[in-house]
């Protein structure tokens, strides 16, 4: 009787390939979207954090989960020092802006490393879906950590994820990553809603347009995998300010320039999951 190998290639297409999981919402809410990148540093909890402030002035219930276990943004990016309170069963999620929030980084210090394996990785992230008390939302807004591993995997087979937008930078090695998170996307069977150009170009003083990272690169990527170019978001110092300030611009600046383009991609999403 022959003996067949199993390679490497084999193990991961069996973890990941999606086939008999039960998929549940999450408790209080409607529609879960996530924003994800597979790479680090291109803007992406930035993103989410507008998005769910444009959406909420969308007059939409909105809520925010910050699942990067490893790098949590979401209380410098809201200025929340508050720890969640909790009934002995479930978190309570903290309300900022309009809109109910929660982060391991409520409940650490902001300096302590989470130094920890894949296992409680997965147990956070199950206690954060199932076991905090989110309350009549319409949209949850789940911030995505980098990459392609547990957490992302726990989502998309055991939580009914409605749609996932991606965030990328033009240049490539960013998106050799995307096209990766792309494709676990696709084998999952998570609905790509779309594409986004973070930090696109710099306008200057004279009025040009400078593609400091590079020009047109997640649009090309978008029409190679058929998937829509939601848009693209300048490079614009004020961004990032009012994010390390935690007032988000599109809260700080409700005439900004910006703030408009996040209302724009927020009025696609509503009118995907709520037709007028």
């Known amino acids: 009787m022959e003996n067949k190998k199993v390679g490497l290639s084999d193990t991961m297409k069996a973890k990941t390939e999606p086939k008999t999981f039960r998929r549940n919402p999450i408790p209080g809410t409607k529609f879960t979207i996530a924003v994800s990148s597979a790479k680090g540093g291109v803007g992406k909890s930035t993103f989410a954090t507008n998005l769910a402030l444009a959406l909420k002035k969308l007059n939409l219930n909105i809520g925010l989960l910050d699942a990067d276990i490893y790098g949590p943004s979401l209380p410098k990016l809201f200025s929340i020092n508050d720890k969640p309170e909790s009934d002995g069963q479930n978190l309570k999620p903290i309300n900022k802006y309009g809109i109910q929030c929660m982060s391991i980084g409520f409940l650490t210090e902001e300096q302590t490393p989470m130094i920890w394996r894949g296992p409680m990785v997965i147990s956070a992230i199950k206690t954060f879906t199932q076991k905090v008390s989110w309350n009549n939302l319409d949209i949850i807004?789940?911030?995505?950590?980098?990459?392609?591993?547990?957490?992302?995997?726990?989502?998309?087979q055991e939580i009914k994820m409605d749609g996932v937008i991606i965030i990328s930078t033009p240049q490539e090695i960013a998106l050799q990553d995307v096209k990766r998170g792309i494709r676990m996307f696709e084998k999952l069977k998570v609905k790509i809603l779309g594409l986004i150009e973070n930090m696109s170009y710099f306008k200057g003083d004279d009025g040009k347009k400078y593609p400091i990272f590079g020009e047109g690169g997640v649009k090309k990527t978008a029409d190679e995998f058929k998937i829509e170019f939601l848009g693209d978001i300048p490079l614009q110092p004020e961004i990032g300010m009012y994010g390390d300030l935690g007032r988000p611009i599109v809260e700080s600046k409700p005439d900004n320039e910006i703030t408009n383009l996040y209302l724009n991609f927020a009025k696609k999403i509503k009118l995907t999951y709520f037709a007028e």
């Open 141 to 156: 807004i789940v911030d995505m950590p980098p990459g392609t591993g547990d957490t992302q995997l726990t989502f998309a």
